[in-house]
């Protein structure tokens, strides 16, 4: 199995900056796709962004594009989220998920493996 474990949450005024941890252990060589999703109380987790290890292309929400910016490590032992300009619509827990999808990716069925979350708030 796959082991992920987000940091780097907290708290932070509009138009501020957090940077989210991922930390991968276990079966990596399974993973073909990485991602973040957020959820707020009541709403569905929605799809932030994905980065494919092996090529390290990326794919973003049309809500956070040019704000923010996901990137893994060298030997993909963490992945990161980048979130600058933050906006009050930004708060949300932060899910970092993991899977075997190759192309695409931007639902939660295309990822089996889910961290545990971290809160994001943004005030403004």
């Known amino acids: 199995p796959v082991k992920l474990v987000e940091s780097g949450g907290g708290s932070v005024q509009a138009g501020g900056s957090l940077r989210l941890t991922c930390a991968v252990s276990?079966?990596?060589?399974?993973?073909?796709?990485m991602a973040w999703f957020r959820q707020t109380p009541g709403e569905e987790r929605n799809w932030v962004a994905t980065i494919y290890p092996h090529n390290e292309i990326t794919q973003y929400a049309d809500s956070v594009k040019g704000r923010f910016i996901i990137s893994q490590d060298t030997d993909v032992v963490e992945v990161y989220l980048q979130m600058d300009s933050l906006k009050s619509e930004d708060t949300a827990v932060y899910y970092c998920a993991a899977g075997g999808c190759g192309a695409g990716c931007d639902s939660e069925t295309d990822f089996a493996s889910w961290g545990q979350g971290t809160q994001v708030t943004v005030s403004s």
């Open positions: 276990g079966d990596t060589y399974t993973i073909y796709s």
